[in-house]
């Protein structure tokens, strides 16, 4: 998927991070019947941000709510800042109340700085398209309800504030991080590298480039040979255009990974293993091996030009894993860190047996670099 075509904007240092998470079943609470002992929003939120920063003072800075593509409101971005600096954000969403996102850093933007940092929301409101894509519409140009909703919603953010904190109330499976692992030699190129030779945009031969940066079959620190790279991938994959997209086959990905390898990087062997719909099982098992891993993802997005849902794809590179474990029992969850093919220097960590996917691909390469 073309980052440009669908406005996904991630900014984000080598060091960001960003955990797409699921921590448990939620029980909503009204207000007047709020334990104090119970696990809020702004727990589970002080939680995440001591993983990264002990003893910092955040609070938060701003909501926005995230509409569909018919105007119900189905999630909350929140920001969170310390001493009028920002830390990040983080996504609520509505309908399985719980937080499916977030990043923190310091000195990193909130939602709208981080997606559309160039845009004023003022008369916008932000549309979710899939699970990694938002955009921007007039919200004039909405129905009348929709847009007095949205109205309301913009000028009382403090009456936002005290809605959103005071009523959703969780009672938690609280899940703290046991283990993360990552493979060696991580290379995350995104589509800069395209924009700059002027060639289309294809996320696979992205993640592929990735992949091949790993095995140091070309020459990682030199922009022509990066270049070079990606047109040779190009070609190999046989990148064709679908509407607005350029996409390669997936079964595609195996071979030209292998035959690049053998033609350029002198490794004469590289066996790979692809799988349908695999389970995060299926990378978790990469990366305990020291393997580069691809994941490419089909998942409904709305077409404003056919006005209508379709099914859209994008591959990225899996570096790693991180598990967390239950502190009411043994269970445990798994999130995968990918490089996510759009922007250089970006991680982020996907629940990906959570996520709602129309269908899903893997492919890992079983060569450890030496």
């Not at 029980?27 to 002080?46: K, L, S």
């Not at 003072?57 to 909350?76: A, F, L």
């Not at 995350?188 to 992949?211: R, S």
């Not at 940066?213 to 040779?232: G, Q, R």
Request: hydrophobic share 35%; charged share 20%; net charge negative.
């Amino acid at each position: 998927m073309n980052k440009k075509i669908k406005r996904v904007v991630s900014s984000v240092l080598v060091v960001s991070v960003v955990f797409l998470l699921l921590f448990g079943e939620a029980a909503y609470v009204q207000a007047t019947e709020v334990n104090e002992e119970a696990y809020t929003i702004e727990d589970e939120i002080g939680d995440v941000v001591e993983e990264f920063y002990d003893d910092l003072e955040w609070k938060i800075s701003n909501i926005t709510p995230i509409y569909n593509n018919i105007g119900e409101i189905i999630q909350y971005a929140i920001n969170i800042s310390a001493n009028d600096i920002n830390y990040g954000y983080f996504i609520y969403d509505i309908s399985n109340q719980k937080l499916i996102k977030f990043m923190v850093e310091r000195y990193h933007g909130g939602f709208v700085e981080t997606y559309f940092p160039e845009e004023n929301l003022e008369n916008k409101k932000v549309i979710f398209k899939d699970e990694f894509t938002y955009d921007l519409v007039d919200y004039e140009n909405s129905t009348d309800e929709v847009g007095a909703f949205y109205d309301k919603l913009i000028n009382k953010t403090n009456e936002l504030f005290s809605i959103f904190l005071d009523n959703y109330q969780y009672i938690l499976n609280d899940y703290k991080l046991a283990l993360s692992r990552y493979i060696p030699r991580v290379y995350k190129f995104g589509q800069d590298y395209c924009d700059e030779i002027n060639k289309e945009y294809c996320c696979a031969a992205v993640a592929i480039l990735n992949v091949l940066a790993h095995y140091n079959c070309f020459k990682t620190w030199d922009k022509d040979s990066i270049l070079w790279a990606y047109y040779t991938i190009y070609s190999m994959g046989g990148v064709k255009k679908y509407g607005q997209e350029y996409v390669m086959n997936q079964n595609n990905i195996g071979y030209v990974v292998s035959t690049f390898a053998k033609w350029y990087g002198k490794i004469n062997n590289m066996p790979y293993s692809a799988q349908n719909n695999p389970s995060s099982a299926f990378f978790v098992d990469a990366v305990n091996n020291k393997y580069p891993s691809i994941l490419g993802i089909s998942t409904k997005c709305y077409s404003d030009d056919n006005k209508r849902w379709e099914i859209c794809g994008h591959a990225v590179t899996v570096y790693g894993y991180l598990r967390f474990k239950s502190k009411k029992n043994n269970s445990s969850k798994y999130f995968l860190c990918v490089a996510n093919s759009w922007d250089t220097g970006v991680i982020e960590y996907i629940a990906y047996d959570d996520i709602r996917l129309h269908s899903s691909y893997g492919i890992k390469f079983m060569h450890v670099y030496k």
